[in-house]
């Protein structure tokens, strides 16, 4: 089921509209990867597949996916419907779009009814980022190895913000 797919079980599925969607959502993929985590990513479009929409969402939890993360741009309409076909915490990014920049996709994704949580991230590349660290934190409320990776990968940015220096002042400012 996967176009990108680990040697273990997955835990996380990473979903999109379309393959233009994958230089954004591979930055999910990334995170996942560099903690270890198994995962698995496919191209699953709310509007031109549908029935695979549903199948993928499904069967998430009945193949023990703990958690999906969908990237989507323009309407958007992908994390929304697959958050009301299952009960695995859905984690939307909207993708940034060549019309309204992403924020279309954004209003798309955040205004869910009530009673379908889905859970909201930045427009773009840094959204899908932290939708992979997010998942990360998700699987490490029972995995203390996890949440220690999780801690170190923290004090590593801390260090690096601490540790960071401002060119001088160059004679033309």
């Not at 993929?29 to 597949?49: C, M, N, Q, W």
């Not at 991230?121 to 990776?149: H, M, P, R, Y």
Request: net charge negative; with cysteine; glycine share 8%.
């Amino acid at each position: 089921m996967s176009d990108h797919p680990t040697s273990e079980a997955p835990l996380v599925g990473i979903i999109m509209g379309s393959t233009s969607d994958w230089p954004t959502m591979s930055k999910a993929a990334a995170i996942l990867r560099d903690f270890g985590i198994p995962y698995e990513s496919k191209v699953v479009s709310a509007h031109r597949t549908p029935e695979l929409l549903f199948h993928y969402s499904k069967s998430a939890r009945s193949r023990g996916l703990k958690c999906l993360i969908a990237g989507a741009g323009g309407a958007a309409h992908l994390p929304g419907m697959a958050s009301a076909l299952t009960t695995v915490p859905v984690l939307a990014v909207p993708v940034r779009s060549r019309v309204l920049n992403g924020v279309d996709s954004l209003l798309s994704i955040v205004q869910m009814p009530a009673g379908i949580p889905t859970a909201t991230f930045a427009i773009g590349e840094a959204g899908a980022t932290n939708a992979g660290l997010f998942a990360v934190s998700l699987l490490a409320l029972d995995n203390d190895t996890l949440a220690g990776q999780l801690a170190d990968y923290r004090e590593g940015l801390r260090q690096k913000v601490e540790s960071s220096e401002l060119p001088p002042l160059s004679a033309a400012e």
